[in-house]
Nanobody, 125 residues
Framework: QVRLVESGGGLVQAGGSLSLACAAS????????MGWFRQAPGKEREFVAA????????LYADSVKGRFTISRDHAKNTEYLQMDNLKPEDTAIYHC??????????????????WGQGTLVTVSP
């Protein structure tokens, strides 16, 4: 069992930065691929980024590539999403998620086993 809790959302102007964190409970955090998804009002949930169990592999959606950076810290059982050069279209509720096994980087939300409750990111023009 893995419990995930996001933090770090908020309101920022376009061009600004925010850093999201996802704290995980459970001794098997290091075994899971960790991902970030987002859901904007009236839209379906979409993949943002994923990182393998040891941080050796990462994958980003084209829409955030070069602007967002995913990372993880096993000592803190925490996953991060650094978001730079934010755009109004990045406005959404951001969810972290865990997928097993940890050597794959799935982009489909159905392949993730555990989810956080989400944190709201709002980017003003």
């Amino acid at each position: 069992q893995v419990r995930l809790v996001e933090s770090g959302g908020g309101l920022v102007q376009a061009g600004g930065s925010l850093s999201l964190a996802c704290a995980a409970s459970g001794r098997t955090f290091s075994s899971y691929t960790m991902g970030w998804f987002r859901q904007a009002p009236g839209k379906e949930r979409e993949f943002v980024a994923a990182i393998s169990w040891n941080g050796g592999k990462t994958l980003y959606a084209d829409s955030v590539k070069g602007r967002f950076t995913i990372s993880r810290d096993h000592a803190k059982n925490t996953e991060y999403l650094q978001m730079d050069n934010l755009k109004p279209e990045d406005t959404a509720i951001y969810h972290c998620a865990a997928s097993f096994p940890g050597n794959l980087l799935p982009v489909n939300d159905s392949e993730y086993n555990y989810w956080g409750q989400g944190t709201l990111v709002t980017v003003s023009p």
